[in-house]
């Protein structure tokens, strides 16, 4: 007999581990339907290390504990929640990994009412009788961006989809070949496009396309799709053409033009020393493209949502589509997202929206934060460990501004290379959890991202981190 056979012949006996007396509290009633999996893949898993090890020789009892203790953690795992806090140190203001933007406490109060409680969002009190779902918070969008009408959707990807399925009905889409656009791991615009079913014309080049490009493809029943490029710049010998001429010339041939804003700014962020280059949703608007799209929770500084802000017609005409209603969002967003643009309708001078404050938190409130945060940690850091405050850059992240950062403090740490990556990971690992970023000077944490209600929990993560083993 092999090794390897030797070896797997001590695997644990999925009845023997459902019997244990560890694992059978854990079975009781309908428990025993979706723990039965578990230990599945558990000695699955175990099996798979056994066929890969070359270690010493393990017992039977040996590999049956091990079962049990991942059996009781995978136990354990799944009746927690399937998410964790994590305090972002990595000075991305969007960071699309991270949940992108965080929503104001009145917004997250109100999410919180409406998942609880019953409410109008889809009544007419005063008819007693159905009424439209979101058209209150749509009317707040339609406002803050000068459109007639606004439509709010599940995100903006079903928000261009929605846009071009409708004006394009299966014709010509002429799309730029510099905007032929990939967004996160799945979001390809051209993929896109042939999911509407429309008839993808792509001009132009990677780096120029020119309103001859356009004038030239633009047949009868043609529709225009211009997309911003949220998360790539291109230099050297390029070329764009502007919203706006666009839209003169799709007015003057009769084409149809949809723009994708990508993050939807609502905000002058040049006033927090942004470059200009993002503009705002007004401006878009204004520039008279037929259909705007944007996201909720980019820029914006909402949840999840996509907005598609128009004229009367042309949103209602989207409202009755067929498939409108897959895209529709929950209760909780058009509650959240209300209570932000609440934020920006009430503001006089700047939306209380995180997202925003966070962009324009100033230099000196992160150099004092910085230093704080460091005078809180020093005493615990492990010998050989040098920490500092020093310059570095955020981001806005969210594919905006695509290759904007803004100035930022750092409270950086020097140490043994190994012992910064093995610190890094406890403080991923922990809860909440801890993500910073490494650089060419050790490890790095970003003041600006962590709300200033975070100190604390900072500084409890690396003094839980430095504890450690
Ligand atoms: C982010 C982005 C999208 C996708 O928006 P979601 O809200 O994530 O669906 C589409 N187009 C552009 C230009 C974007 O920047």
Not at 407 to 414: A, H, K, T
Request: aromatic letters at 4%.
């Amino acid at each position: 007999m092999t090794d390897l056979q030797n070896r797997l012949r001590e695997l644990p006996q999925i009845s023997v581990l459902l019997d244990d007396l560890r694992v059978a509290p854990l079975m009781q009633g309908r428990k025993r339907d979706w723990m039965t999996r578990l230990v599945q893949e558990v000695v699955a898993d175990l099996r798979r290390r056994l066929q890969a090890d070359r270690g010493p020789v393990l017992t039977r009892d040996e590999l049956t504990d091990q079962a049990v203790a991942a059996i009781v953690r995978g136990h354990e795992a799944l009746l927690r929640p399937a998410w964790r806090r994590v305090l972002n140190g990595t000075g991305v203001v969007v960071h699309t990994n991270l949940g992108r933007s965080n929503l104001p406490a009145a917004a997250a109060d109100a999410a919180r009412t409406v998942a609880m409680r019953n409410s109008d969002l889809e009544y007419d009190l005063a008819k007693g009788a159905r009424g439209h779902r979101g058209r209150g918070v749509e009317r707040k969008a339609a406002l803050l961006t000068g459109a007639e009408d606004a439509l709010v959707v599940n995100n903006n990807a079903a928000a261009v989809w929605l846009a071009v399925r409708f004006l394009s009905r299966g014709g010509p889409v002429i799309l730029s070949r510099g905007e032929v656009v990939a967004i996160g791991g799945s979001f390809r615009m051209n993929e896109i496009m042939a999911e509407t079913g429309c008839r993808l014309v792509e001009i132009g080049t990677t780096n120029r396309t020119g309103l001859k490009d356009y004038d030239a493809a633009i047949e009868p029943g043609a529709t225009v799709l211009k997309v911003h490029r949220s998360n790539f710049t291109v230099e050297g010998f390029t070329e764009e053409t502007g919203l706006a001429e666009l839209a003169e010339l799709c007015r003057a041939r009769g084409a149809r033009l949809v723009y994708d804003a990508g993050s939807g700014a609502l905000f002058p962020f040049a006033e927090v020393g942004l470059p200009v280059g993002e503009t705002e949703l007004a401006e878009d608007v204004a520039t008279g493209a037929d259909l705007v799209t944007c996201s909720g929770d980019k820029l914006l500084g909402g949840c999840q949502a996509g907005i598609i802000l128009g004229s009367r017609d042309l949103i209602d005409g989207l409202r009755t589509h067929p498939m409108r209603r897959a895209f529709r969002v929950d209760k909780t967003t058009l509650a959240a997202l209300d209570a932000v643009l609440t934020q920006y309708l009430a503001g006089e001078r700047r939306p209380e929206v995180p997202t925003i404050a966070q962009l324009a938190l100033s230099l000196d409130v992160l150099q004092e934060r910085a230093e704080r945060l460091l005078a809180a940690l020093e005493p615990h850091a492990p010998a050989g460990w040098r920490g500092s405050v020093a310059p570095g850059r955020s981001s806005v992240g969210g594919g905006s501004f695509s290759s904007a950062s803004v100035e930022s403090r750092l409270v950086q740490w020097d140490g043994p290379k190994d012992d910064l990556e093995r610190c890094h990971l406890k403080l991923r690992l922990g809860d909440p959890a801890l993500v910073g970023r490494m650089n060419q000077d050790g490890l790095a944490i970003d003041v600006r991202t962590i709300a200033g209600d975070e100190e604390d929990l900072v500084v409890a993560a690396f003094v839980a981190a430095w504890s450690q083993p």
